[in-house]
């Protein structure tokens, strides 16, 4: 996580490194002019730093908070049955639910799937099996 005040602190001891060469009667020697901007180039690159820490940062949670927003779209979009998450058609469940539990363990969404017709669907991430479905599919 990016240190917000130890940014400002390196910017701070930049503008005064800054402040204390234009401020001065050019009385600095060669050498003490060298070490003050050696230690200004050095602050800047700390600042430069933490602020590309800081809009990687937003950058990513930015994506999480797409990621959220579209997962919470989709979830409202379906329908729930007895504890079983469907496509919702038309008011009314339509397909194979999805996965439950990958629902609760992973707050991800994996369709239920039949590896053979009259076989038991189940799900293609966790292999859970399930029996029969409230709304009669299966």
């Known amino acids: 996580?990016?240190?917000?005040?130890a940014t400002i602190s390196a910017l701070t001891g930049s503008?005064?490194?800054?402040k204390a060469i234009r401020d001065t009667n050019h009385a600095y020697d060669k050498n003490?002019?060298?070490a003050q901007m050696a230690d200004l180039y050095g602050n800047l690159a700390d600042v430069k730093m933490a602020l590309s820490d800081a809009y990687m940062e937003l950058k990513e949670r930015d994506q999480k908070i797409k990621e959220l927003t579209e997962?919470?779209?989709?979830?409202?979009?379906?329908?729930?049955?007895?504890?079983f998450k469907y496509d919702?058609?038309?008011?009314?469940?339509?397909?194979l639910p999805y996965c439950p539990a990958c629902e609760v363990d992973l707050g991800k969404?994996?369709?239920?799937?039949?590896?053979?017709?009259?076989?038991q669907p189940r799900c293609p991430k966790c292999g859970n099996y399930y029996k029969a479905f409230p709304d009669g599919n299966v």
Request: aromatic share 6%.
């Open 71 to 83: 997962q919470a779209k989709f979830k409202g979009s379906l329908i729930t049955i007895e504890g």
């Open 109 to 119: 969404f994996f369709r239920l799937i039949l590896r053979n017709r009259g076989s």
């Open 15 to 18: 503008l005064e490194i800054i």
């Open 88 to 95: 919702k058609v038309e008011g009314k469940p339509s397909g």
């Open 1 to 5: 996580m990016v240190d917000i005040a």
């Open 32 to 34: 003490e002019l060298k």
